[in-house]
């Protein structure tokens, strides 16, 4: 029986003769679309191009940055490639907000440590302290952990309790431009910081 990656592998081999397109024009007309909910992106491949359920779902999840290509993770597996992957496509305005975020955030101390993952970027201490994603292609959600500071029971307009956005944090904030990122963004973000010390 074939293992998942041998079963990906022929289907992308196959995929130009079966949908007409090869992956990476797939991912174009994806990007043209503007969708990013997996649901809307699998109608349009399903209803508007007749791509068959198996086939639009590793479309839909390589539009996504969900899905790891046989043989990328040695070849550019790097924490860079996840960030570029992030911030790809429509998300692509984005990237000036999270540069301006990690400039900020490294100032705190030589003890902060970046670390990507497919949809955020995990930041730690010796504990994760907060997160960056780009939730929507014109939104950065920045979350932050303040369990246990005397920020945690004052939320404000701007730091709103994190809700189901992600139990890692405590807090978010949500972020449309560079110039949000501002002295109180900062000081929210340097307490959890210390607070995970």
Do not use: C
Request: aromatic letters at 6%; glycine letters at 10%.
């Amino acid at each position: 029986m074939a293992t998942p990656e041998e079963m990906l592998a022929s289907m992308l081999a196959n995929l130009p003769e079966k949908t007409g397109k090869p992956l990476d024009e797939w991912k174009k007309i994806v990007d043209a679309s503007g969708l990013e909910k997996h649901g809307q992106i699998m109608k349009l491949l399903k209803g508007d191009h007749g791509v068959t359920h198996g086939f639009a779902n590793v479309i839909t999840m390589h539009a996504l940055g969900k899905l790891q290509l046989p043989g990328q993770e040695s070849a550019n597996g790097g924490q860079e490639d996840l960030v570029a992957a992030q911030y790809a496509g429509a998300k692509a305005a984005l990237k000036p907000i999270y540069d301006a975020l990690l400039q900020a955030i490294q100032k705190f101390g030589q003890d902060v440590e970046i670390a990507p993952k497919k949809a955020y970027v995990s930041l730690r201490r010796k504990k994760q302290f907060g997160l960056i994603q780009p939730s929507t292609k014109t939104r950065v959600d920045v979350g932050i952990n303040l369990k246990g500071t005397p920020l945690e029971k004052s939320p404000t307009d701007r730091l709103e309790a994190s809700g189901s956005f992600n139990t890692m944090v405590s807090h978010r904030v949500r972020v449309t431009a560079p110039g949000e990122i501002d002295g109180d963004l900062v000081q929210w973000l340097k307490a959890a910081y210390e607070a995970a010390g």
